[in-house]
C-alpha cells in the first residue's frame, strides 16, 4: 500500500441525514482513534448539519466538510452557501464539482475551478471531483475527459495542502458497479502525471481519492492499488459500522 501520502476516508453523506444521526458521527468517531495516525477521517453531512456536527466532532480526529460551496463570498445569491461560511460553521473541507453537481445542477469545470478557489480563499480543504461517464468509458474516452475536467477544474497555484482529487466514475456511483483495480490504476497514474505536470513536487502529494461503490467488502483491494490515497465513499459512509469498516483497512 502505498503511505508516502497519508490517506483520506471521506464519506459523503449527500442530502441524508437529520439532527438524530448525530449518533452515527459519535460511532465514527469512537471507532476513529483505531485509524488516527494512519489515515484521516472526513464526514460530509448536508449543510443543515455542519455547525453542529463540526461542534460534536470538536477536538477528536475526525473532520467535517460541506458538499458544495458558492463562489463568492456573500451576496444576494439566494439559497447559497459560500465557504467562508462553511469554515465559520467549523468545516475544514469542501467537495467541488461532484457528478451530481455537474449533472443535476449543470456545473461546469470553470465553475467548480471557481468554488476550489473559493475554498482556498476561506482556508478550506477542496475535493475536486472527475470522473467519466459509462458512455465515455464504452468510447475509450475516460482519460480524454479526465483530463479535461482537470484541466478546467483545478484551481491554479494548488498546494497538496488545499487540494485533494477524487476519482468518481459516474457509472460506478451508487450502482455497486467498480473498475478493476487495473482500470483504476491506470486513472489514477494518469491523475498522478497530470498533477505532476502541472503543480510539480506539489502535484506528487496531492491525494487522489477513489469514489464509486466502495464498501467494507471491497475496500482493501481499491485502497491497494498505487496511487489510491482513500477513499470518497457516498451509500456506505450514512451508517458507523460500514463507515469505519472501510477506514478500518487503514488501522
Ligand atoms: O458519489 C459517491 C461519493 O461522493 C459515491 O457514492 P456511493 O459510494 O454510494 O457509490
Excluded at 98 to 109: G, L, M, Q
Excluded at 115 to 134: D, F, N, P, Q
Excluded at 214 to 240: F, H, I, P, Q
Amino acid at each position: 500500500m502505498d503511505r508516502t501520502r497519508r490517506p483520506v476516508v471521506a464519506g459523503n453523506w449527500k442530502m441524508n441525514g437529520l439532527a438524530a444521526s448525530v449518533s452515527e458521527l459519535k460511532g465514527i468517531m469512537a471507532g476513529a482513534k483505531a485509524v488516527s495516525g494512519k489515515a484521516e477521517l472526513l464526514v460530509c453531512p448536508p449543510a443543515t448539519l455542519v455547525a453542529s456536527f463540526a461542534k460534536t466532532a470538536k477536538g477528536s480526529t475526525v473532520h467535517i466538510g460541506g458538499q458544495t460551496c458558492y463562489s463568492e463570498a456573500s451576496g444576494a445569491f439566494t439559497g447559497e452557501i459560500s465557504a467562508e461560511m462553511l469554515a465559520d460553521a467549523g468545516a475544514t473541507h469542501v467537495i467541488v464539482g461532484h457528478s451530481e453537481r455537474r449533472t443535476i445542477f449543470k456545473e461546469k469545470d470553470a465553475d467548480v475551478q471557481k468554488k476550489a478557489l473559493a475554498a482556498r480563499r476561506a482556508g478550506l480543504i477542496s475535493i475536486v471531483c472527475v470522473g467519466e461517464t459509462k458512455e465515455q468509458r464504452e468510447a475509450d474516452r475516460a482519460t480524454i475527459i479526465v483530463g479535461q475536467q482537470l484541466t478546467g477544474s483545478l484551481p491554479e497555484g494548488a498546494k497538496a495542502a488545499n487540494l485533494i482529487v477524487a476519482y468518481e466514475p459516474v457509472w460506478a456511483i451508487g450502482t455497486g458497479l467498480t473498475p478493476t483495480p487495473a482500470d483504476i490504476a491506470e486513472m489514477h497514474n494518469f491523475i498522478r502525471e497530470r498533477l505532476a505536470a502541472r503543480f510539480k513536487a506539489e502535484g506528487e502529494e496531492v491525494r487522489i481519492l477513489y469514489g464509486g461503490s466502495v464498501k467494507a467488502s471491497n475496500a482493501a483491494e481499491l485502497m491497494a492499488v498505487r496511487n489510491v490515497d482513500g477513499a470518497l465513499v457516498g451509500g456506505a459512509s450514512l451508517k458507523a459500522d460500514d463507515f469505519l469498516g472501510i477506514a478500518n483497512v487503514y488501522a
